[in-house]
């Protein structure tokens, strides 16, 4: 990926009240390849997290009222767990979801994951995390989340190269 896709694609992300994280971002790709790289469990290890760990969708049922569960695991065996609710699902639109982290036993957020076309054939993500209180979201930005955003919008950038050239 050349550095000019890099600098034009940048994650925003702000925090515009005490509870909620905003992330922003836009892909070059339609928005239908985007809801598919978000919602096929077997894309979603190819991007979702940061490049040194291994991913395991262990539950993927994309239905209001599903449930999801996700496994990251390093090079030493350390296991970072994610799991949640679904509560509204609208193809290719929204996913209004539940996240928790076993990092944070007790805690979880509400995401608001919107995904809205730009030009045809570009895709503006705006995911929208509610939290409980302002030490939970800091609790959340603190856990490096941060970094995990932005390393996997990268890798979601990647995925789509690989498509458009293979």
Known sequence: MTNEVHERHKSSITTP??????????????????????TDPELLPDWLGPRELTMTVEEFDLRPGGSYRFTHRDSEGNEFVFFGNLREVEEPKLIVR?????????????????????????????????????????????????????????????????????
């Open 17 to 38: 009240t005490d509870t909620e994280i905003r992330i922003e971002r836009i892909f070059d790709a339609p928005r239908q390849l985007v809801w598919e790289a978000y």
């Open 98 to 166: 539940t996240f928790a982290w076993e990092g944070m036993p007790g805690k979880f957020s509400v995401e608001r994951a919107e995904f809205e076309e730009v030009d045809g054939d570009r895709t503006r993500i705006v995911v929208t995390s509610s939290f409980d209180s302002k030490e939970d979201r800091d609790g959340m930005l603190e856990s490096g989340m941060e970094r995990g955003v932005v390393e996997s919008y990268t890798r979601l950038d990647e995925l789509f190269e690989r498509q458009r050239s293979g």
